[in-house]
């Protein structure tokens, strides 16, 4: 049986097919549209995902979306209701759009979905409608090892929920309760994103990324103006300092008064007041979310723990949970944000629309999140040759060796090969590598390869039998999902003016002998690569380790700032060409940029690319 999942029209639209229960296809419209966190109907995506299938939509038996839109219009005119006269301006201009397509969205899919299968409506496979969270829940707990397992959602808001907790056990998956809007630690943590600069929905990984420059001088005054939190880790704001629920902005004039001026305008520089409000944000954050994984543990008594939702992907509260060793282990959805709700979408109606039995597999079902599009060797060929772009075309034994020099010689690579990634990490398919062990590598990758803000941290990839020699880690990281502590035998020693350094000064100093992947609090988001999911990155990184005794690269997403990660070799060689990249490696093919020929389209691809 065949059930296509959809999440769209909020952001991060996708679609995803399921065989029986297996996970055949995922993929987000972005990769297609090249509009990052795309919030289109996925026609793209769900036609990519039938085709890779070989199949058209009449053999699908069910299509189901991961939010009930009326449950949604409820809350929203029950918010407005609730705090009117404020937000009349927030109401009208909502309204139009709900009452022409939201609260239609029933026949807005159906034409959209015959669009795309080329079939009258009438012959349409039968639509269903998940809870949002319901949706998050299943793309955890069904995917995941665990036979039984809490399960933790936490967001911006879905219909009602913010925070839900499940217990997973078998194919059956029962709530047990959740926080609901306006009280979102998602929306929260979204504010501070606001307030100090950066995109909502977009931003808030360089939030978590910029902590480490500050200090945490703010805590107290989120906790006694902005959040109450319980023992239990549940929580109320004050919402007279929010503005999100009836606003059209996150924050109100009472939070710039709390943290003395108004929110930093995108391309001000920062300064050490958004490093501090960084820090502290993340520190309440990492607190509310550890309290209630310790609700968890007790509440459902049981060993471990499965993640998503936005705040899932906060990597760092994730470490958190993990060295508090509250669970024998955690699972987190690699797309845990609303993309990953079409794969859960779909498995929440085949377990439980269905009622079909879950078959578990060792690791997890989500196959290393290679569930994208792939492209073959004469297509590759047939594209290098129609632009005239020299390659050398080379067997892997060969490739690898070669790519492993150019790598120990500070060369940076853009690494392409097999299926796409699904969700926001490149790990191992679409990625940029370099040398962990140059102290100028990060800088390099920031500013003439990503085109970002140079405190921006890159993760290190490493074979999973050696992460315990790097990382203070005992476990699989597949998914670039925890981040843990560089061992202290790998740490240099710093100079006392080294030690009074405050904010971006701290990122010129080397903090490990893998400096490039070590971040300013001598932590790294690890990613380990293991021979059954992805073989042939696996075998690049063994032969490093051969030629220099280190079994780590640098790795990051395959794109520059504000663009998706790069799903065709034609996005792949653009990208190349319009950055500081010294190689490509398109399966087989390497391409040297010295030997490459003028590329016309650079300038137009770069105008295209709105920074995020």
């Given at each position: 049986?065949?059930?296509l999942?959809?999440?769209a029209?909020?952001?991060?639209s996708a679609?995803?097919?399921?065989?029986?229960g297996?996970i055949?296809a995922?993929?987000?419209?972005e990769?297609?549209?090249r509009?990052k966190?795309?919030?289109?109907?996925?026609?793209?995506?769900?036609?990519?995902?039938?085709s890779h299938?070989?199949v058209?939509m009449?053999?699908v038996a069910?299509?189901?979306?991961?939010?009930?839109p009326?449950?949604?219009?409820e809350?929203?005119?029950?918010?407005?209701?609730a705090?009117?006269?404020r937000?009349?301006?927030?109401?009208l201009?909502?309204?139009?759009?709900?009452l022409r397509?939201?609260?239609?969205?029933?026949?807005?899919?159906?034409r959209?979905?015959?669009?795309?299968g080329?079939?009258r409506?009438?012959?349409?496979?039968?639509l269903?409608?998940?809870?949002?969270?319901?949706a998050h829940?299943?793309?955890?707990?069904?995917?995941s090892?665990f036979?039984?397992a809490?399960v933790?959602?936490?967001d911006?808001?879905g219909?009602?929920?913010?925070?839900?907790?499940?217990?997973?056990?078998?194919?059956?998956?029962?709530?047990?309760w959740?926080?609901?809007?306006p009280?979102?630690?998602g929306?929260?943590y979204?504010?501070?994103?606001?307030?100090?600069?950066?995109?909502?929905?977009?931003?808030?990984?360089?939030?978590?990324?910029l902590?480490?420059?500050?200090?945490?001088?703010?805590v107290?005054?989120?906790?006694k103006?902005?959040?109450d939190i319980?023992?239990?880790?549940?929580?109320?704001?004050?919402l007279?300092?929010f503005d999100?629920?009836?606003?059209?902005?996150m924050?109100?004039r009472k939070f710039?008064?709390?943290?003395g001026?108004?929110p930093?305008?995108?391309?001000?520089?920062l300064?050490?007041?958004?490093?501090?409000?960084?820090?502290?944000?993340?520190a309440?954050?990492e607190e509310?979310?550890?309290r209630?994984?310790?609700?968890?543990?007790?509440?459902?008594d049981?060993e471990?723990?499965?993640?998503a939702?936005?705040?899932?992907?906060?990597c760092?509260a994730?470490?958190?949970?993990?060295?508090?060793?509250l669970?024998?282990d955690i699972?987190i959805q690699?797309a845990?944000?609303d993309?990953g709700?079409?794969?859960?979408a779909a498995?929440?109606?085949?377990?439980?629309?269905?009622?079909?039995?879950?078959?578990?597999r060792?690791?997890?079902?989500?196959?290393?999140?290679?569930?994208?599009?792939?492209?073959?060797s004469d297509?590759?060929?047939?594209?290098?040759?129609r632009?005239g772009?020299p390659?050398?075309?080379?067997n892997?034994?060969?490739?690898?060796?070669?790519?492993?020099?150019?790598i120990?010689?500070?060369?940076?690579?853009g690494?392409?090969?097999g299926?796409?990634?699904f969700?926001?990490?490149?790990?191992?398919?679409?990625?940029?590598?370099?040398?962990p062990?140059?102290s100028?590598?990060?800088?390099?990758?920031?500013?003439?390869?990503?085109?970002?803000?140079?405190f921006?941290p890159f993760?290190?990839a490493?074979?999973?039998?050696?992460?315990?020699?790097y990382?203070?880690?005992?476990?699989?990281?597949?998914?670039?999902?925890?981040v843990?502590?560089?061992k202290?035998?790998?740490?240099?020693?710093l100079s006392?003016?080294?030690?009074r350094l405050?904010?971006?000064?701290?990122?010129k100093?080397?903090?490990?002998?893998i400096?490039?992947?070590t971040?300013?609090?001598?932590s790294?988001?690890?990613q380990?690569v293991?021979?059954?999911t992805?073989p042939?990155?696996?075998?690049l990184?063994?032969r490093?380790e051969?030629l220099t005794g280190?079994a780590?690269?640098?790795?990051?997403?395959?794109n520059?700032?504000?663009?998706p990660i790069?799903c065709?070799?034609?996005?792949?060689y653009?990208?190349?060409?319009?950055?500081g990249?010294?190689?490509l490696v398109l399966?087989?093919f390497?391409?040297d940029?010295k030997?490459?020929?003028?590329?016309?389209?650079?300038?137009?691809?770069?105008?295209?690319?709105?920074?995020?």
């Amino acid at each position: 049986m065949l059930i296509l999942g959809i999440s769209a029209y909020y952001h991060d639209s996708a679609a995803a097919l399921i065989e029986d229960g297996r996970i055949v296809a995922a993929v987000q419209e972005e990769r297609f549209s090249r509009k990052k966190h795309d919030a289109r109907f996925p026609r793209q995506a769900i036609g990519w995902c039938l085709s890779h299938a070989g199949v058209s939509m009449r053999d699908v038996a069910y299509v189901v979306f991961y939010d009930k839109p009326w449950i949604k219009f409820e809350r929203i005119l029950e918010t407005y209701l609730a705090f009117a006269p404020r937000g009349l301006q927030s109401f009208l201009s909502a309204m139009p759009l709900w009452l022409r397509d939201k609260l239609n969205l029933k026949s807005l899919l159906q034409r959209e979905l015959a669009a795309v299968g080329g079939i009258r409506q009438a012959q349409l496979p039968r639509l269903l409608f998940t809870e949002h969270h319901e949706a998050h829940a299943a793309s955890a707990f069904f995917p995941s090892p665990f036979e039984r397992a809490a399960v933790l959602c936490l967001d911006g808001v879905g219909e009602w929920a913010t925070t839900s907790l499940w217990m997973g056990e078998g194919r059956r998956l029962a709530p047990q309760w959740q926080i609901e809007f306006p009280h979102s630690l998602g929306l929260l943590y979204s504010a501070f994103t606001y307030y100090t600069g950066f995109k909502v929905n977009s931003g808030e990984y360089k939030l978590m990324g910029l902590a480490p420059y500050g200090e945490p001088r703010y805590v107290e005054t989120i906790l006694k103006h902005l959040i109450d939190i319980k023992p239990d880790g549940t929580f109320r704001l004050n919402l007279d300092y929010f503005d999100y629920a009836t606003g059209l902005t996150m924050t109100g004039r009472k939070f710039a008064d709390l943290f003395g001026g108004p929110p930093r305008q995108p391309d001000a520089p920062l300064t050490q007041r958004e490093m501090d409000l960084a820090r502290s944000i993340q520190a309440v954050t990492e607190e509310v979310v550890l309290r209630l994984a310790r609700t968890a543990r007790v509440e459902l008594d049981t060993e471990y723990l499965c993640m998503a939702g936005g705040v899932a992907l906060n990597c760092v509260a994730n470490g958190k949970i993990l060295q508090a060793k509250l669970f024998r282990d955690i699972w987190i959805q690699p797309a845990a944000g609303d993309a990953g709700g079409a794969i859960g979408a779909a498995l929440a109606a085949w377990h439980g629309y269905c009622q079909q039995p879950r078959n578990r597999r060792e690791g997890d079902s989500m196959n290393g999140s290679f569930l994208g599009p792939s492209f073959s060797s004469d297509y590759i060929r047939s594209y290098l040759e129609r632009i005239g772009a020299p390659f050398e075309l080379l067997n892997d034994d060969r490739l690898l060796t070669a790519v492993a020099k150019l790598i120990e010689r500070g060369a940076v690579v853009g690494w392409f090969q097999g299926r796409m990634e699904f969700g926001p990490r490149a790990l191992g398919n679409r990625s940029i590598i370099g040398d962990p062990r140059s102290s100028q590598m990060q800088s390099v990758m920031n500013q003439k390869i990503k085109f970002r803000e140079s405190f921006r941290p890159f993760a290190p990839a490493v074979t999973y039998e050696r992460v315990g020699d790097y990382f203070v880690l005992d476990r699989p990281s597949p998914y670039m999902a925890l981040v843990a502590p560089v061992k202290n035998e790998l740490r240099l020693p710093l100079s006392p003016e080294q030690e009074r350094l405050f904010g971006i000064d701290k990122l010129k100093v080397p903090r490990s002998t893998i400096p490039a992947v070590t971040h300013v609090d001598y932590s790294a988001r690890v990613q380990t690569v293991h021979k059954e999911t992805n073989p042939r990155f696996y075998e690049l990184l063994r032969r490093l380790e051969e030629l220099t005794g280190c079994a780590l690269v640098v790795n990051t997403s395959f794109n520059v700032r504000g663009e998706p990660i790069v799903c065709s070799p034609e996005e792949a060689y653009r990208c190349f060409m319009g950055t500081g990249m010294d190689y490509l490696v398109l399966e087989n093919f390497l391409l040297d940029k010295k030997a490459q020929p003028p590329y016309a389209e650079v300038d137009n691809w770069r105008r295209q690319v709105e920074p995020d």
